[in-house]
């Protein structure tokens, strides 16, 4: 990590409690959001959730742009956030198409996965050595979710549908590790706030391309969850990158993993799902290499509630 981005990572804070309780309040922020949205991909699917979704966030975020201070992208930025945006697609429909054939718990742990990923794709993309703590964290974050899969399988319900659901959750992780990679970059170049606005257009733009064919009128009695959601995932992203801004990734990290803990609560409240002890022990395992993780590089160790 460069000295720059050590100074910025801990400007205006004279203690990491403030930072960590805000970080731990935007991840019940987006384990409510993840929750409300499996509730609108079973009802609409998860195309037009998202379409909606991101139509709604870019002009939420785009006011917030255009009411502040700004100056306009250069061209390379906007391919920056057009790549960004691109990769984010892939990992919103994924994801929230396996959330939606997937207990809550199972897929937000399985999701975990993703700072693993990333270490590995920072030593390709960026150059970066894989240092024994990566090794190690792979092989528990690995068994982990190998130990999930198997409960899976011992279940009598189980069914082909939850082998696809942990498949594109899996394929999700995998794209949100690059995501990570293009985001450090990203954080260098532009400010939150016209991040989340262009992330927000490019996805309604490519998503968009598909409208003619896929797009369905949004239900009357569905446009107050999905302003719900909107404001529940651009809140949570606000407050992650203000924690993130004034405290060191080492302080936060940890408390990330809460939305294991919300997960749980909030699966077993809507949907009356109860967690089965090989995603409670896969998860944990999981979670232990994403720590370990950490200590070989913090900025490339956050879950995945930071994107969605």
């Not at 996965?113 to 190690?136: D, T, Y």
């Not at 190998?146 to 009598?156: N, V």
């Not at 549908?161 to 995501?179: E, Q």
């Not at 992330?199 to 569905?222: D, E, F, K, Y």
Request: glycine share 6%; aromatic share 10%.
């Amino acid at each position: 990590m460069s000295e720059a981005v050590k100074i910025s990572s801990q400007t205006g804070a004279v203690s990491p409690m403030i930072p960590v309780l805000v970080c731990a309040l935007a991840i019940f922020l987006l384990s409510v959001m993840d929750a409300a949205m499996k509730t609108l991909v079973i009802a609409i699917g998860v195309y037009n959730t998202v379409l909606w979704r991101s139509m709604l966030a870019t002009v939420v975020a785009g006011a917030g742009w255009s009411a502040g201070p700004r100056s306009q992208p250069t061209v390379s930025v906007l391919r920056l956030h057009a790549l960004r945006a691109a990769v984010i697609c892939i990992v919103l429909l994924s994801f929230f198409w396996g959330l939606a054939r997937l207990p809550l718990a199972e897929a937000i742990g399985l999701s975990f996965v993703a700072p693993l990923f990333a270490l590995f794709l920072a030593a390709l993309l960026l150059g970066e050595r894989i240092r024994r703590q990566a090794i190690w964290a792979s092989m528990a974050g690995i068994a982990g979710v190998a130990i999930i899969m198997a409960g899976q399988f011992g279940q009598e319900s189980y069914s082909q549908d939850a082998l696809l659901g942990t498949a594109a959750v899996l394929m999700s992780t995998m794209f949100y590790g690059y995501n990570l990679v293009l985001a450090r970059q990203q954080a260098l170049l532009a400010k939150p706030i016209e991040i989340m606005f262009f992330q927000s257009l490019a996805i309604a733009i490519v998503l968009g391309c598909a409208a003619p064919w896929l797009a369905v009128a949004l239900p009357t009695n569905l446009w107050l969850p999905l302003a719900g959601v909107t404001v529940l995932s651009l809140s949570g992203q606000f407050l992650m990158t203000w924690s993130y801004a004034r405290a060191e990734a080492q302080y936060l990290i940890p408390t990330e993993y809460s939305a294991f803990i919300w997960a749980i609560a909030l699966g077993w409240f809507f949907f009356g799902e109860a967690a089965a002890w090989t995603t409670l022990a896969g998860a944990s395992l999981i979670v232990a290499g994403c720590l370990i993780a950490a200590r070989a590089n913090p900025k490339l160790a956050e879950p995945i509630e930071a994107a969605i």
